[in-house]
């Protein structure tokens, strides 16, 4: 029953209708500036950004994946290094590794959080060990601080892996201001997200500002003399405009998430569906709800009989997938009950009360 009428996990239409004279306005402000890349929007976005996130430094480039190379390339890592991470993520996480022609080291997550088991980092890490990449998956912030202090300890980078995080807290700070470059994409689902590609390295550290600049403009910092390896990584004008619009909505959006879990957590009920943890000294974001069944086919055909589309994220751990076959025999437990079981609720701001007491009443009728 898939029709206009049907509740999807994600959608922008009712965002679009309510910010299109707005967002039209500024991209025909852009393409009559004379200057669609490098120009005054990419500089507000970044300033905006960095003052939003209590930061000194961002830098747009062309995507996530992208941001999470150039961290790699700032930091110097290269083949044959081993990068730390989970197989529970996203794949470009691990996509951006292989890029940069080092080695992914797989750590299972922990069922609490859903994220790197911490208590499994050291025993990971090798002569070869470079840096970590923590992922704070579906917004839920990892235990970072624990895991800035086994960085620290072992003389070992930490890149944060912000796709999926903005606006999370540990404690009383923002994710992507614990790592040395801290990387975020606007994908146009994410919670800041734009109407195309985009991304972004944060760093407070001076010197790596300086490299990531120059590594995302062929190496260069003046035209046309290249000084170090880069590539070209370029958020766009059209882009930072959007973006520096969607950016004065997304602590209001991030309310609204907020309010959407709680309404999920206080009015689920139905002993086959299990729902996320929550951490009293932690904010999760919530770029998506998730729950866990046993069930998850059967529940998710019921759903879609009923007009909700579910989707699931991830079906495969990245180490289980053809890419990455030689690390195929790993045992990570913990990350394939999770994405046997996993599952992600309608999550997003424009998501009205109606739709989602249709979502809560069909999820607590699944026998
Ligand atoms: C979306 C995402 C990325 C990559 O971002 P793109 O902008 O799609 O390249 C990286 N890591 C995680 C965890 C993501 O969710």
């Not at 790596?208 to 070209?232: D, V, W």
Request: net charge negative; charged share 25%.
């Amino acid at each position: 029953m898939e029709n206009s009428t049907s509740i999807r996990v994600w959608s922008y239409d009712e965002e679009y209708d309510e910010l299109r004279d707005e967002i039209i306005g500024a991209v025909d402000r852009v393409f009559r500036s004379g200057r669609l890349l490098f120009g005054r929007e990419l500089d507000g976005f970044e300033s905006e950004f960095s003052k939003w996130l209590g930061m000194r430094h961002t830098f747009g480039v062309a995507n996530g994946t992208d941001a999470l190379r150039i961290a790699l390339m700032a930091l110097g890592v290269s083949s044959d290094d081993d990068v730390i991470t989970v197989s529970s993520t996203a794949v470009p996480t691990v996509s951006a590794i292989r890029e940069v022609g080092a080695n992914p080291v797989f750590v299972d997550i922990s069922l609490d959080d859903y994220n790197i088991d911490v208590s499994q980092v050291e025993e990971a890490i090798t002569k070869k060990t470079k840096c970590i990449i923590c992922v704070h998956l579906y917004g839920q912030p990892a235990n970072i601080v624990e895991l800035k202090k086994i960085a620290k300890c072992n003389d070992l980078y930490l890149i944060e892996d912000c796709a999926q995080s903005h606006g999370a807290k540990f404690g009383h700070e923002k994710v992507g201001t614990f790592g040395d470059i801290s990387c975020f994409s606007f994908y146009p689902t994410k919670i800041l997200g734009g109407y195309g590609d985009s991304g972004a390295c944060v760093t407070n550290c001076d010197k790596l500002a300086e490299r990531i600049k120059m590594i995302r403009f062929y190496g260069m910092r003046e035209q046309y003399f290249s000084e170090i390896e880069g590539i070209n990584s370029r958020m766009d004008e059209v882009h930072a405009a959007i973006l520096l619009i969607k950016l004065k909505y997304l602590d209001q959006d991030l309310q609204r998430r907020k309010y959407i879990a709680e309404f999920y957590d206080s009015r689920i009920e139905n002993n086959l569906i299990l729902k996320s943890r929550t951490f009293c000294d932690r904010e999760h974001a919530y770029y998506l709800y998730v729950i866990r069944c046993k069930q998850r086919d059967e529940l998710m055909s019921y759903m879609a009989q009923n007009g909700v589309l579910l989707n699931i994220s991830y079906p495969w751990p990245v180490h289980t997938m053809p890419p990455f076959s030689k690390y195929s025999y790993l045992d990570l437990p913990n990350s394939n009950t999770l994405s046997k079981e996993v599952l992600s609720l309608p999550m997003y701001p424009k998501l009205t009360d109606q739709k989602l007491e249709q979502v809560v009443g069909l999820i607590n009728a699944f026998k």
